[in-house]
Nanobody, 124 residues
Framework: QLHVVESGGGLVQPGGSLRLSCAVS????????IGWFRQAPGKEREGVSC????????KYADSVKGRFTISRDNAKNTVFLQMDSLKLEDTAVYYC?????????????????WGQGTQVSVSP
């Protein structure tokens, strides 16, 4: 059975950093693109970043470009999202998802396996 589990969320002040982890089990990460999404209260889920199955290419939403960095360690079946210079508007539940394809896309429809989410709260 396939499982996706996020961790690393928490409360941080503006300008601070957090590192989210996405651990997958039940399948080999090598053939899956991974995406990070987030959903703030009252808003639709939006793509934050994604990475190809090989890790060779990444994409970022304009709102996080230059502040967030996605990476993956296929040997450990884990994907990371390093979040720096956090802003109030980054507050949301962050989800990790796996797509059975090598390409990286920012659409939720492309991802079939989702984690339960981890809360990130940025507050003074």
């Amino acid at each position: 059975q396939l499982h996706v589990v996020e961790s690393g969320g928490g409360l941080v002040q503006p300008g601070g950093s957090l590192r989210l982890s996405c651990a997958v089990s039940g399948f080999t990460l090598d053939y899956y693109a991974i995406g990070w999404f987030r959903q703030a209260p009252g808003k639709e889920r939006e793509g934050v970043s994604c990475i190809t199955s090989s890790g060779g290419r990444t994409k970022y939403a304009d709102s996080v470009k230059g502040r967030f960095t996605i990476s993956r360690d296929n040997a450990k079946n884990t994907v990371f999202l390093q979040m720096d210079s956090l802003k109030l508007e980054d507050t949301a539940v962050y989800y990790c998802a796996a797509a059975v394809q090598p390409m990286c896309v920012m659409s939720t429809r492309s991802y079939g396996y989702w984690g339960q989410g981890t809360q990130v709260s940025v507050s003074p």
